[in-house]
């Protein structure tokens, strides 16, 4: 019998979806995305809602840039407790500096305080190894390289490919937009599903399929169920609290995919 795997793709604090996709999929298995933190309210609760899925074997966790940022500032401060070298204390607050820019001074004030001296632990825990890239078959198994089988390839922004700002094709796979491509996919992999880049309605683009929906803003959460990768993927979009006029300002290319919207409880109705 094979495994029910729902991807969940930018959270951004919103641990009110994460619970009404909990409800909703009482028995998946969650792949999810990356960019569970920043500019929502509720990172931390975000954060140890996903870690003990893990720890129950309900998820597999993926790096976002916003983890990638995250993880900067504490690698440098770690070396330089032991080099004592001022330069490292340098990369480190400039890390630190990155991170608050791009959204984590959500979680600095959400948490009161945050510094690199003494950075939450669940925090720590959280961003350590983290996945970049994995395939999932129609049996619903997760593999960390392409199987022989047909698979779907999913990363956060984008397939593993060598680009010029990013040589590490683990990199590019972190932050490339979808005008970037179009990205080559490893031999059986049919299509590809990415978040990162907020759209109006869930979008495939060649072969490759972005479902980010601004979910921290917008308060709509577009879910995947992954099935045989040679079906087209069933997509539940939950809406819930936010505003959803906000999305019509995110870019709109390639062809919309399907999609079933589900209110989710003390939601505004679905229109």
């Known amino acids: ?154 990363s956060h922004a984008a397939p593993p490919v060598r680009h010029q700002q990013h040589p590490n094709p683990l990199s590019a796979a972190l932050w490339l937009r979808p005008f970037e491509g179009p990205f080559p996919l490893p031999e059986g992999v049919v299509y590809s599903l990415h978040g990162h880049t907020p759209i109006r309605t869930p979008t495939r683009l060649g072969r490759h399929a972005y479902i980010d929906l601004g979910a921290y803003e917008t308060g709509r959460l577009a879910v995947v169920e992954i099935g045989d990768p040679r079906e087209v993927p069933k997509i539940t979009v939950l809406c819930g609290s936010g505003r959803p006029e906000v999305g019509q300002r995110y870019i709109k290319f390639g062809d919309p995919i399907p999609v079933q919207p589900v209110n989710v409880a003390g939601a505004p109705a679905v229109r």
């Open 1 to 154: 019998m094979s495994r029910q795997v729902v991807v969940i793709p930018d959270l951004h604090g919103r641990a009110d979806l994460l619970q009404a996709t909990l409800e909703h999929f009482p028995s998946a298995h969650f792949l999810v995305l990356g960019d569970a933190i920043d500019r929502g309210p509720r990172s931390m609760e975000t954060v140890q809602m996903l870690l003990d899925l893990r720890a129950q074997g309900r998820a597999t966790l993926l790096m976002g840039n916003h983890e990638r940022m995250a993880q900067e500032g504490p690698h440098w401060y770690a070396q330089y407790t032991g080099t004592h070298d001022m330069g490292d204390y340098r990369k480190a607050m400039e890390g630190y500096q990155w991170w608050m820019r791009a959204g984590g001074d959500t979680v600095r004030k959400e948490l009161g305080t945050l510094t690199l001296e003494k950075f939450p632990p669940l925090l720590t825990e959280y961003l350590k190894d983290l996945k970049r890239v994995v395939y999932v078959t129609a049996d619903g198994e997760i593999h960390d390289e392409a199987p022989s089988a047909p698979s779907v390839l999913v």
